[in-house]
């Protein structure tokens, strides 16, 4: 751990007696899989400039770059494997009587490491969207759909609205959840940034998990300095959040 270790005892009270908790992951939770984060040190949007390769706009002037930038992020996405956080997240689904994981990646290594309930807010590079009349598809080498439209990847671009319903999910998962977390992301891009603080307002114990501090920390029950890697087991781990439990 980066930090002196935190007093967790009131979290391990918290979480023994929590039935709905809700997770909110960002870049940092892939970050020890290989998956380069956007704002970090080694960051994206800091070698390429955002508004030159996601946006509706950067699409419609140079397609042929966009989509070099996404074949090149497809590369790293398909080279690399859910970290032991992301393996945490998955094994969590059955701590709780209910469970959201509610994420901004697009990298599909939550689903790769088993979560079954999650709510894509940006979408997933793995899939096409048909950009004419909205026909998905896994990714694939032919650039144009049937009805003629330009394929692009099912991600949400700067400018664009996110999938519909997606945010009133996130919402109504932290309104109802006693233990929400919030790893992995600068909370800095609206309106998914928004979903910790609603959990805060509903009433929900929030724990933040990041090597940084970031705007949401002021308000977190538990401020956890390092990697989620390191981080998610722990806190989540069924012989001390679930002791009555048979998890062999
Ligand atoms: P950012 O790159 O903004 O933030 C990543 C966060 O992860 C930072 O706060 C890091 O400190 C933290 N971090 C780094 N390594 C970590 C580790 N091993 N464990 C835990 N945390 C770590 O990424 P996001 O917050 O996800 O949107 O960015 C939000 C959105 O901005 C993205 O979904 C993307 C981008 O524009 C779209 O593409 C629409």
């Not at 800095?188 to 114990?205: D, H, L, N, T």
């Amino acid at each position: 751990m980066d930090d002196a270790t935190p007093d967790l005892s009131r979290y391990y009270e918290v979480a023994k007696s929590a039935t709905r908790c809700a997770v909110f992951t960002g870049a940092g939770v892939s970050a020890e899989s290989g998956m380069p984060t956007f704002r970090g040190e080694d960051g994206l949007w800091k070698e390429y400039r955002a508004e030159e390769l996601a946006t509706p706009e950067a699409f419609a002037r140079n397609p042929g770059l966009v989509y070099e930038w996404y074949d090149y992020r497809r590369g790293i996405v398909a080279g690399v494997e859910p970290n032991a956080g992301h393996e945490a997240l998955a094994r969590a689904e059955d701590l709780f009587e209910e469970f959201t994981l509610i994420t901004q990646n697009v990298d599909g290594l939550h689903q790769q490491a088993g979560s079954s309930n999650v709510i894509e807010l940006h979408g997933n590079i793995r899939r096409d969207r048909c950009n004419v009349c909205g026909h998905h598809r896994e990714e694939g080498e032919a650039r144009e759909c049937a009805c003629g439209g330009p394929y692009r990847p099912d991600v949400v671009w700067f400018g664009e609205a996110l999938p519909v319903g997606a945010m009133e999910e996130a919402f109504r998962a932290v309104a109802t959840a006693d233990l929400v977390f919030t790893a992995g992301t600068s909370t800095q891009v609206y309106p998914a940034a928004q979903i910790p603080y609603s959990a805060k307002e509903y009433g929900a114990w929030v724990v933040e998990v990041n090597p940084e501090p970031t705007p949401f920390t002021p308000l977190a029950d538990l401020s956890v300095r390092g990697p989620s890697g390191e981080w998610l087991p722990l806190l989540l781990d069924p012989a001390v959040i679930r002791p009555d439990r048979d998890t062999r």
